[in-house]
């Protein structure tokens, strides 16, 4: 591929700072800053889409739409919805420090699995090589932080930043492994999941209304 | 005038969406929105005539480069969307405005509820249709996840805490569950592009050309991440926490879209998705069968222990799901048979039972089984289709459910594996057991409120449904030859073991 030597440290560093905003939207109590925090992620996969387009100029196009959808409007519904909540999410499961540790561990397995059998997991030669392999590591990391946030969070609202995590996770990986590829753009444009926090933060809005809380614990009205 | 495959397929899924446009902006009017909501559900069903009629004769029909694609397999699915739509339309119409949230919230926002509910229904139809017409992994994926979309306001649609519950968990599980599946289409779409030198490298088609060029590891890896995405969207044990939750605070009509189609939507992607490694990885099939196996005992024990009748039947699909990915998971033509045949009759048995439970609930405004008793004195027309509806589903003689059943454990029988076997009778032992026994308590005995002696059979155009699809139960039991030219050839193109 033809990347200069800049662009690939730049993706690189880039990639590794989705690891701490995404560790820090899912564990920052306050939920402005969160939403700040994911905004600065989404700031920053734009960013990683549009070096990579440097070699593959239709990247442009998705990078300009995950500019509009990941940053703009999905951090616009975010801080919407926040208005008149408390400041700070109810209370979570695991807390700041053990998530500390939990995180720790997950990011130091998963990155020594995705460096150790490099050649069981990547589908192409091109993700055995630097920076697409540590671009497959990170989004895996991203992935499950997603989940982390959305199985260790009380508060509905989180399980939404839990969602765009998930999905920014499997957006590397699609850039880092593809990005060469003409229906990568495509791929990236109509796999967005910008409806989908759209109509949980409307479900979420109306369980407030209704329940008077976010809190998940207290949704018991169903049992199995 | 000779209709293109292009046109056809292309009017299959966008004929409901000028309906749902048109139910939106008349959704202050009376008198419209019901007739619209009908005629936009009963197009797909009058084109998928000549598409099945097409796909018999040609083999499969295709358009746009083969972007979308309907062969036997797709073919099954849009006749029981068509299908299961239109009658779910039908019986909606008299149905949504008997719920007290009519009488609550007044009869100007009612209207324009209602509005929404129709053209969201009509959308949500549209989407499966989508999901089952195109070639192209990724599209699939975005069709699949449409679906929850255009689904997750429905489930809500009451808005009272419980349903809003189940919609909030609807939406989370299946967007989660489903994204894994998008890791894995990329996986493969990057692991197989390389191979493809003409034509798109998303295509079905084309990737199952390369299959056996990409590593094993890569294969186990999409593998598990398509079982664990397609497989929460059809909801298998253990991915269905969603499932009784949605199918039971969701309106009626929408509980018989969710169990009697949209699981199998799921299914359907499952197995298109895991079809592109059969034939070159036949060990994928092993780990089908064990979800199966524990999806259809956990759905019959957790059926068993239900007081409400619509989370009785929305337990029963997860374990009825169980049976058809028990006959992919054995692999062989008969099991392939067994599994397509067994998803007509749970198609056809689960929308009846849930209908069934929804002229319950329009009569008497009670679902619980502990509160209702005696209801066949006064309701016995439900009460018949009822009980065909639960013997079909516990598989005796004559109805369908008996017939897809018996194949499913003479496949079994046929590859030796008699711990599935016994498992499976078993289990058809446990559903038997839930199905009667509520049938039994619900409309024998004593009647236990004053309500139920108020009781009487719903109207006409609820109870018409409910007796197509009896009268359709007992046929296809008792003249499944009708099914086979079509069973046969989508069993046929199966990849086997």
Redesign the interface.
């Given at each position: 591929m033809g990347y200069s030597e800049t662009v690939l440290k730049l993706i690189s560093s880039f990639s590794l700072a989705l690891i701490i905003t995404s560790f820090g939207a899912v564990v920052t109590r306050n939920l402005r800053y969160a939403t700040y925090i994911y905004a600065v992620q989404a700031l920053l996969l734009t960013t990683i889409i549009s070096l990579f387009a440097t070699a593959s100029p239709t990247l442009f196009l998705w990078a300009a739409v995950a500019f509009i959808t990941k940053f703009l409007i999905i951090t616009w519904l975010l801080l919407s919805f926040i208005k008149g909540m408390p400041e700070y999410e109810v209370k979570a499961i695991i807390g700041f420090a053990p998530s500390v540790v939990i995180v720790t561990l997950l990011v130091i397995i998963l990155y020594e699995i995705t460096h150790k059998y490099v050649h069981f997991l990547a589908p192409t030669t091109l993700a055995t090589e630097e920076p697409f392999r540590t671009n497959v590591a990170v989004s895996l990391i991203v992935f499950t932080l997603g989940l982390y946030g959305i199985l260790t969070r009380r508060d509905a609202f989180k399980t939404a930043i839990g969602l765009c995590l998930l999905e920014n996770g499997a957006h590397l990986s699609l850039v880092s492994l593809a990005p060469g590829l003409r229906e990568t753009v495509i791929i990236g444009i109509v796999t967005d999941v910008v409806l989908g926090v759209y109509l949980l933060l409307f479900i979420i809005r109306g369980l407030r209304e209704v329940a008077g809380t976010t809190d998940t614990y207290h949704l018991t009205e169903l049992h199995w | 005038m000779v209709c293109t495959n292009a046109n056809l397929i292309l009017m299959l899924i966008l004929a409901p969406l000028p309906f749902s446009l048109a139910v939106l902006l008349l959704r202050r009017s009376e008198i419209l929105k019901e007739p619209l909501t009908i005629i936009g559900s009963f197009i797909p069903l009058a084109i998928s005539v000549p598409i099945l009629q097409r796909v018999m004769d040609e083999g499969y029909i295709s358009a746009f480069g083969n972007e979308l694609l309907i062969d036997h397999l797709s073919a099954i699915f849009l006749l029981g969307i068509s299908f299961v739509g239109f009658f779910a339309s039908i019986f909606a119409h008299r149905y949504m405005r008997q719920h007290p949230l009519i009488a609550r919230v007044g009869v100007e926002i009612a209207e324009r509820r209602l509005g929404i509910f129709y053209s969201l229904f009509l959308f949500f139809l549209s989407t499966m249709l989508w999901s089952v017409s195109t070639n192209n992994i990724?599209?699939l994926?975005?069709a699949i996840?449409a679906t929850?979309?255009a689904s997750?306001?429905l489930v809500?649609f009451y808005?009272?805490?419980?349903a809003?519950?189940?919609?909030?968990?609807y939406?989370?599980l299946l967007?989660?569950g489903v994204?894994f599946s998008?890791?894995g289409a990329?996986?493969?779409?990057?692991?197989s592009?390389?191979y493809i030198a003409h034509g798109?490298?998303?295509l079905f088609t084309n990737i199952k050309e390369v299959i056996s060029k990409?590593?094993a590891?890569?294969i186990l890896?999409s593998a598990v991440l398509f079982t664990v995405g397609f497989g929460t969207k059809a909801g298998l044990a253990p991915f269905h926490?969603w499932l009784?939750?949605a199918h039971?605070?969701a309106p009626t009509p929408i509980s018989v879209l969710l169990s009697g189609i949209m699981v199998e939507v799921g299914l359907y992607a499952l197995l298109r998705t895991l079809g592109l490694f059969l034939p070159a990885y036949p060990a994928v099939a092993s780990t089908l069968l064990v979800l199966a196996v524990f999806s259809m005992l956990l759905g019959a024990l957790?059926a068993m222990v239900q007081s409400d009748l619509k989370r009785l039947l929305a337990y029963s699909s997860v374990s009825q799901i169980g049976y058809i990915a028990m006959g992919l998971g054995v692999g062989t033509y008969l099991g392939y048979y067994g599994a397509f045949y067994q998803l007509i009759s749970h198609i056809l048995a689960k929308s009846l039972l849930f209908m069934c439970v929804g002229a319950i609930i329009y009569s008497l405004a009670l679902r619980n089984i502990e509160e209702l008793g005696g209801v066949g004195k006064h309701m016995p027309i439900t009460m018949a289709c009822f009980f065909i509806g639960a013997f079909s589903l516990s598989g005796i003689p004559p109805l369908a459910g008996f017939l897809s059943k018996l194949t499913l454990i003479i496949a079994t029988a046929q590859v030796h594996l008699w711990w599935l076997l016994i498992l499976t009778l078993l289990t058809s032992l446990l559903t038997l057991f839930y199905a009667v026994r509520a049938a039994y308590t619900v409309f024998w005995g004593e009647e236990k409120s004053e309500v139920i002696k108020e009781a009487k059979e719903a109207p006409m155009s609820i109870l018409f449904p409910i007796l197509v699809f009896s009268i359709l139960t007992f046929v296809l039991g008792v003249y499944p030859q009708i099914l086979y030219p079509l069973l046969n050839s989508a069993s046929l193109l199966a990849p086997f073991k």
């Amino acid at each position: 591929m033809g990347y200069s030597e800049t662009v690939l440290k730049l993706i690189s560093s880039f990639s590794l700072a989705l690891i701490i905003t995404s560790f820090g939207a899912v564990v920052t109590r306050n939920l402005r800053y969160a939403t700040y925090i994911y905004a600065v992620q989404a700031l920053l996969l734009t960013t990683i889409i549009s070096l990579f387009a440097t070699a593959s100029p239709t990247l442009f196009l998705w990078a300009a739409v995950a500019f509009i959808t990941k940053f703009l409007i999905i951090t616009w519904l975010l801080l919407s919805f926040i208005k008149g909540m408390p400041e700070y999410e109810v209370k979570a499961i695991i807390g700041f420090a053990p998530s500390v540790v939990i995180v720790t561990l997950l990011v130091i397995i998963l990155y020594e699995i995705t460096h150790k059998y490099v050649h069981f997991l990547a589908p192409t030669t091109l993700a055995t090589e630097e920076p697409f392999r540590t671009n497959v590591a990170v989004s895996l990391i991203v992935f499950t932080l997603g989940l982390y946030g959305i199985l260790t969070r009380r508060d509905a609202f989180k399980t939404a930043i839990g969602l765009c995590l998930l999905e920014n996770g499997a957006h590397l990986s699609l850039v880092s492994l593809a990005p060469g590829l003409r229906e990568t753009v495509i791929i990236g444009i109509v796999t967005d999941v910008v409806l989908g926090v759209y109509l949980l933060l409307f479900i979420i809005r109306g369980l407030r209304e209704v329940a008077g809380t976010t809190d998940t614990y207290h949704l018991t009205e169903l049992h199995w | 005038m000779v209709c293109t495959n292009a046109n056809l397929i292309l009017m299959l899924i966008l004929a409901p969406l000028p309906f749902s446009l048109a139910v939106l902006l008349l959704r202050r009017s009376e008198i419209l929105k019901e007739p619209l909501t009908i005629i936009g559900s009963f197009i797909p069903l009058a084109i998928s005539v000549p598409i099945l009629q097409r796909v018999m004769d040609e083999g499969y029909i295709s358009a746009f480069g083969n972007e979308l694609l309907i062969d036997h397999l797709s073919a099954i699915f849009l006749l029981g969307i068509s299908f299961v739509g239109f009658f779910a339309s039908i019986f909606a119409h008299r149905y949504m405005r008997q719920h007290p949230l009519i009488a609550r919230v007044g009869v100007e926002i009612a209207e324009r509820r209602l509005g929404i509910f129709y053209s969201l229904f009509l959308f949500f139809l549209s989407t499966m249709l989508w999901s089952v017409s195109t070639n192209n992994i990724i599209i699939l994926w975005v069709a699949i996840e449409a679906t929850t979309i255009a689904s997750a306001l429905l489930v809500s649609f009451y808005w009272d805490r419980r349903a809003l519950e189940a919609g909030y968990k609807y939406l989370l599980l299946l967007t989660v569950g489903v994204t894994f599946s998008l890791f894995g289409a990329v996986i493969i779409y990057a692991a197989s592009a390389p191979y493809i030198a003409h034509g798109s490298p998303l295509l079905f088609t084309n990737i199952k050309e390369v299959i056996s060029k990409i590593p094993a590891s890569i294969i186990l890896l999409s593998a598990v991440l398509f079982t664990v995405g397609f497989g929460t969207k059809a909801g298998l044990a253990p991915f269905h926490p969603w499932l009784p939750d949605a199918h039971a605070e969701a309106p009626t009509p929408i509980s018989v879209l969710l169990s009697g189609i949209m699981v199998e939507v799921g299914l359907y992607a499952l197995l298109r998705t895991l079809g592109l490694f059969l034939p070159a990885y036949p060990a994928v099939a092993s780990t089908l069968l064990v979800l199966a196996v524990f999806s259809m005992l956990l759905g019959a024990l957790l059926a068993m222990v239900q007081s409400d009748l619509k989370r009785l039947l929305a337990y029963s699909s997860v374990s009825q799901i169980g049976y058809i990915a028990m006959g992919l998971g054995v692999g062989t033509y008969l099991g392939y048979y067994g599994a397509f045949y067994q998803l007509i009759s749970h198609i056809l048995a689960k929308s009846l039972l849930f209908m069934c439970v929804g002229a319950i609930i329009y009569s008497l405004a009670l679902r619980n089984i502990e509160e209702l008793g005696g209801v066949g004195k006064h309701m016995p027309i439900t009460m018949a289709c009822f009980f065909i509806g639960a013997f079909s589903l516990s598989g005796i003689p004559p109805l369908a459910g008996f017939l897809s059943k018996l194949t499913l454990i003479i496949a079994t029988a046929q590859v030796h594996l008699w711990w599935l076997l016994i498992l499976t009778l078993l289990t058809s032992l446990l559903t038997l057991f839930y199905a009667v026994r509520a049938a039994y308590t619900v409309f024998w005995g004593e009647e236990k409120s004053e309500v139920i002696k108020e009781a009487k059979e719903a109207p006409m155009s609820i109870l018409f449904p409910i007796l197509v699809f009896s009268i359709l139960t007992f046929v296809l039991g008792v003249y499944p030859q009708i099914l086979y030219p079509l069973l046969n050839s989508a069993s046929l193109l199966a990849p086997f073991k």
